[in-house]
């Protein structure tokens, strides 16, 4: 009964910003490294941030670097994703992800194969 739930994608203009959120529940939220990744048409899904289940820990692809930033609230099982300075390329489905095993790891995981549940996604789209 694990479920994660996307939020805040929508359509956005170039250099702008938005926020996503992903609510979690039916799982330890505050055990579980939490993570986002993103889909755009034709190609993989790849990595976008991560951080780990106390806040630290927190991972950036180099694409997204100072631009993007993750955080959560362990409180309202919710991991957040700031997106500002928005580019074309941006644009994609995003996803929510948890890792149930982070304790067992140094840090949290950019790998797509160690998250185990997924939401369902919220697409972005960046205008120019």
């Known amino acids: 009964q694990v479920q994660l739930v996307e939020s805040g994608g929508g359509l956005v203009q170039a250099g702008g910003s938005l926020r996503l959120s992903c609510a979690a529940s039916g799982l330890a939220f505050s055990d579980c490294a939490m993570g986002w990744f993103r889909q755009a048409p034709g190609k993989e899904r790849e990595f976008v941030a991560a951080i780990g289940a106390n806040g630290g820990g927190t991972n950036a692809a180099d694409s997204v670097q100072g631009r993007f930033t993750i955080s959560r609230d362990n409180a309202k099982n919710t991991v957040f994703l700031q997106m500002n300075s928005l580019k074309l390329e941006d644009t994609a489905v995003y996803y929510c992800?948890?890792?149930?095993?982070?304790?067992?790891?140094?840090?949290?995981?950019?790998?797509?194969?160690?998250?185990?549940?997924w939401g369902q996604g919220t697409q972005v789209t960046v205008s120019s």
């Open positions: 992800a948890a890792d149930r095993n982070y304790g067992s790891r140094w840090d949290a995981t950019t790998l797509r194969s160690d998250y185990d549940y």
